[in-house]
């Protein structure tokens, strides 16, 4: 009987497995890299639930299921607005895909009521002295083992790098995990970028940023390190265990650092450095967008250089500023000179 069950359920997981490897392929092939890596990572969520509470694929894809699941998501894992639109909104995507274009989803209901709340307040956004603090920590001691120091020189200047990038560059986690070594030119500092919506953009580093990278890269042991030139990713996980970066032999090319793994590794600086509850890398992102606004860009100049479709994104910014200019005039963005200067007292200590 028990063995009947086994060959039931595993019946069941092939055809799940089956399922998804076709959405995601077939489904999904306009997507970017990264977009279809949390696709997977948001079906596994739903399907683990799912296995949990012994429900097949067309079990759990029922109303009911689907108001328990999104329960679930907003009580036990307290997930952001946002965060289980996205879920959801995947979910729908992968029902539609199964059952036929022209069927209205379980997930109707849910993702029709929970529109993103637009409204910004200041807790959303980081100070200059935060930055400070946080940018000061990452290459410090403060708070690590003898254990957790033995290898940290290997990948102590990958952490500030991403940091960089999306602080003072504006990168999401997606575009910081999706970039390949074709799409850095270290020699000029500027690195080639796509959005979500697969539209082009590009940034340019200034010169502590570009050093800063390329030390990191030459960090990496030589038989492990990504290839000029090559569809390799830049950002490549480390294994702590072995002291070294990990290799991915299916790939024939650096594992890939995942956008799981770069949410976890910012939460633990942020927490290293002391800072308040709730901020994350999603405050990086604001962090960036209300900068240039109170620099004096324009939503539309903004809009193209974040490759965004539309100004829209951008409104609760500038409804940020224009309601509450006492509280965004805290948040001015560091000089130029700054920088540098933090820049040079960060770096220095990474590389001795």
């Not at 956004?125 to 957790?148: A, C, N, W, Y």
């Not at 590009?202 to 090559?230: A, F, G, N």
Request: charged share 30%; hydrophobic share 35%.
């Amino acid at each position: 009987m028990h063995s009947k069950r086994r060959r039931q359920m595993s019946s069941v997981e092939a055809a799940y497995e089956k399922l998804v490897t076709r959405f995601l392929t077939d489904g999904c092939e306009e997507k970017q890299k990264s977009s279809i890596r949390r696709y997977r990572y948001d079906i596994e969520l739903f399907r683990d639930w799912s296995e949990e509470r012994n429900l097949s694929l067309q079990e759990a894809m029922t109303n009911d299921h689907a108001d328990a699941f999104f329960l679930y998501l907003c009580t036990e894992k307290k997930y952001s607005t946002p965060t289980i639109r996205r879920i959801l909104s995947v979910l729908k995507q992968l029902y539609i895909f199964h059952f036929g274009s022209n069927l209205t989803t379980p997930f109707d209901r849910h993702l029709n009521s929970q529109e993103v709340e637009h409204k910004k307040e200041a807790s959303d956004f980081m100070k200059k002295k935060e930055i400070e603090k946080l940018l000061m920590t990452v290459p410090s001691r403060k708070g690590l083992s003898d254990h957790q120091l033995t290898h940290r020189h290997f990948y102590i200047e990958r952490n500030q790098a991403i940091i960089h990038l999306m602080l003072f560059y504006g990168l999401s986690i997606q575009e910081v995990t999706g970039l390949t070594m074709n799409h850095v030119h270290f020699q000029t500092g500027v690195i080639e970028l796509k959005s979500r919506k697969g539209k082009p953009r590009s940034v340019t580093l200034t010169d502590e940023d570009r050093v800063l990278l390329h030390h990191y890269y030459q960090k990496i042991p030589e038989p492990v390190r990504p290839r000029w030139h090559s569809s390799d990713p830049l950002f490549a996980a480390f294994d702590f265990q072995r002291g070294t970066y990990r290799w991915n032999y299916d790939d024939d090319a650096p594992k890939r650092l995942t956008d799981v793994s770069v949410q976890k590794m910012i939460r633990q600086e942020i927490s290293r450095a002391g800072l308040r509850k709730g901020m994350s890398a999603r405050s990086f992102r604001h962090t960036y967008i209300l900068h240039r606004l109170l620099e004096g860009r324009s939503a539309e100049e903004l809009k193209y250089e974040l490759a965004f479709v539309t100004a829209q994104p951008l409104e609760p910014y500038e409804n940020f500023i224009l309601s509450s200019p006492d509280e965004a005039a805290v948040f001015t963005p560091m000089t130029k000179k700054e920088r540098e200067e933090i820049t040079r007292l960060i770096t220095q200590p990474a590389r001795r």
